[in-house]
């Protein structure tokens, strides 16, 4: 499968400021999505990032919070907007073909702690 | 209910023991299955995808019973370096919560 380096791999921010998580892809790939995961908590889907489109965000995420952008089929940002202790958590992105049988692959993840 | 459900656990088991988790489903529409594996503080790798006929891979054998929406991974011969937390995902990469599994010697 396909590699994803996802930078920075950790970072630690001020409450208030915003953070940008970018990830590339080293071959094409036609889905990307980006997961929030807790300490000791699974995956959630925070939301596909949309080639030359707007991301498609799940309940609970709004694109103010977390814009998303996608310019090509080998690169995506996520930024954390305005940050809260509560949005401390490790983010990852993700890649995937189109087909049903496709698996995703992931990045290394941001390890992100909001002080 | 829950998209997808696992036992987060942890399991306990000791070297050489076989062990299987579960992980149920609630859309029967679901199509594609996979078993992730998440080491402490690294990012989930594909360990197996889970076909309707089942899939075997070495010591590791994953199944999918549609009847009563669940699917399974079972480890045989369980290893140290199996510890780790498993995920199961359903389409649309829901992800589980995850089960924990020790192997002590």
């Known amino acids: 499968s396909a590699v994803i380096s996802q930078k920075p791999s950790r970072d630690i921010c001020q409450r208030g400021t915003s953070l940008t998580i970018q990830c590339q892809v080293d071959?094409?790939?036609?889905?990307m999505f980006w997961y929030r995961q807790q300490p000791g908590q699974s995956l959630t889907l925070i939301a596909t990032?949309?080639?030359?489109?707007?991301?498609?965000?799940e309940s609970g995420f709004v694109i103010d919070k977390f814009p998303i952008s996608r310019p090509n089929l080998t690169f995506s940002t996520l930024t954390v907007s305005n940050m809260s202790p509560e949005d401390s958590s490790i983010y990852l992105c993700?890649?995937?073909?189109?087909?049903?049988?496709?698996?995703?692959?992931f990045g290394q993840g941001t390890r992100l702690t909001v002080v | 209910r829950k998209e997808v459900e696992q036992d987060p656990g942890p399991f306990n088991v000791p070297e050489g023991a076989t062990v299987a988790f579960n992980c149920t489903y609630s859309?029967?529409?679901?199509?594609?299955f996979f078993w992730y594996r998440q080491d402490c503080r690294k990012e989930p790798k594909l360990l197996m995808s889970?076909?309707?006929s089942g899939n075997e891979d070495g010591r590791f054998t994953a199944q999918l019973n549609r009847a009563s929406q669940y699917i399974s991974l079972l480890i045989r011969d369980s290893k140290l370096s199996d510890s780790a937390t498993y995920l199961c995902?359903?389409?649309?990469?829901?992800f589980g919560a995850g089960t924990r599994l020790a192997v002590h010697p």
């Open positions: 993700s890649g995937k073909g189109t087909g049903l049988n496709t698996e995703a692959f």
């Open positions: 071959s094409q790939v036609t889905m």
């Open positions: 990032a949309n080639q030359g489109s707007e991301a498609t965000y």
């Open positions: 859309n029967s529409a679901s199509q594609s």
């Open positions: 889970v076909y309707s």
């Open positions: 995902v359903v389409p649309a990469l829901i």
